[in-house]
């Protein structure tokens, strides 16, 4: 029960509603400056790195993503490679 109000949690810490049926499934956009991809929500993680989206959207600065990650209060793009890419704007539609 405890992990399940930390996800919740974490969930709105991460400028999400705290019901995963508001998030999984809804499109999305995300961005910086000049990069921006709009995509579906597929899935949704939680762990020590915070939490992850898994997106259909499969490219990011010409990258095949992995997911979107929230980890120190912003949402960041991590690649095939397991890079990450520049922190961006997270927004549901």
């Given at each position: 029960?405890?992990?399940?109000?930390?996800?919740?949690?974490?969930?709105?810490?991460?400028?999400?509603?705290?019901?995963?049926?508001q998030v999984v499934g809804r499109p999305?956009?995300?961005?910086?400056?000049?990069?921006?991809?709009?995509?579906?929500?597929?899935?949704?993680?939680?762990?020590?790195?915070?939490?992850?989206?898994y997106v259909s959207s499969p490219r990011?600065?010409?990258?095949?993503?992995?997911?979107?990650?929230?980890?120190?209060?912003?949402?960041?793009?991590?690649t095939e490679d397991k890079s990450i890419?520049?922190?961006?704007?997270?927004?549901?539609?």
């Amino acid at each position: 029960m405890l992990e399940e109000i930390m996800f919740y949690d974490a969930l709105e810490a991460a400028g999400l509603p705290r019901d995963p049926t508001q998030v999984v499934g809804r499109p999305f956009l995300f961005g910086e400056t000049v990069h921006v991809i709009a995509g579906t929500v597929t899935s949704i993680g939680w762990g020590a790195e915070g939490i992850v989206l898994y997106v259909s959207s499969p490219r990011f600065q010409g990258l095949t993503i992995r997911r979107l990650r929230h980890t120190d209060n912003s949402w960041c793009v991590e690649t095939e490679d397991k890079s990450i890419r520049p922190k961006g704007t997270f927004k549901l539609m």
